[in-house]
């Protein structure tokens, strides 16, 4: 069962425009959300995080915002820009242990592509 | 700066071969994950190590195992390899404590494919 859902498979924006990325997830017994950018050809990166108690957490160009009730967290690039272009995906944190062990579940991601 | 070393970035190996993939990271992390990433599934989990000689299973553990016999090193293996472990395979680490966030820090991966 896919407890994180990025819907979207791809997007594609216009340079200049905002980007808004959307994830979904069903176990309310996550405390952290992330998001993560990947390149070709390379690792995924970690970009932007929230805590399960906050709405919004920014980060420059980067905004993420989270709705408890909806179980929905998005993320939103302003303005884009074409180094931008990457899969993002987000992520959910689960406590799976007494010692603290911690893993994370990751949606599918989506393609973000800007168009210059 | 973080640092996530796998040994290769490309695999090619015949079905029922033994197979193993390295990851070596520089930041004295006591957790380590193993990957591995298909279009459309995204990044699932397939084993993580807390500490040395520990070892947790993930989500897709069938048909792997992991070794880590020092701290800083986590071995994927691949038994029998099989056509359907062709994949992108992703190492990571991060450090251990959960009252605050641990940013998982990932290698380049190493693209397997099975024949």
């Known amino acids: 069962d896919q407890q994180v859902k990025q819907n979207s498979p791809s997007l594609s924006v216009q340079e200049g425009r905002i980007s808004i990325l959307n994830c979904d997830y069903t176990n309310s017994m996550f405390d952290y959300f992330l998001w993560y950018k990947k390149y070709p050809a390379e690792g995924p990166t970690f970009l932007i995080s929230i805590s399960s108690i906050k709405d919004k957490n920014e980060d420059g160009r980067f905004t993420v915002f989270l709705n408890k009730s909806a179980k929905h967290l998005s993320l939103h690039i302003v303005p884009s820009q074409p180094g931008d272009s990457a899969v993002y995906f987000c992520a959910a944190r689960g406590i799976i242990s007494n010692f603290g062990n911690e893993k994370l579940t990751f949606g599918t991601g989506t393609r973000l592509t800007i168009i210059p | 700066d973080v640092k996530v070393t796998q040994s290769s970035r490309y695999l090619v190996k015949r079905t029922g071969e033994k197979v193993f993939l390295e990851c070596v990271q520089d930041m004295d992390h006591e957790n380590m994950f193993w990957y591995r990433q298909d279009p459309g599934l995204g990044l699932r989990l397939i084993y993580f190590?807390?500490?040395?000689?520990?070892?947790e299973k993930g989500d897709i553990p069938e048909g792997y195992s992991v070794s880590r016999e020092k701290k800083e090193r986590f071995s994927l293996i691949l038994e029998s390899a099989s056509t359907n472990q062709t994949s992108m395979y992703l190492c990571?680490?991060?450090?251990?404590?959960?009252?605050?966030?641990?940013?998982?820090?990932f290698g380049a991966g190493t693209r397997l494919s099975v024949l």
């Open positions: 190590s807390y500490d040395v000689k520990m070892k």
């Open positions: 990571a680490s991060s450090s251990l404590g959960y009252l605050k966030l641990n940013i998982q820090y």
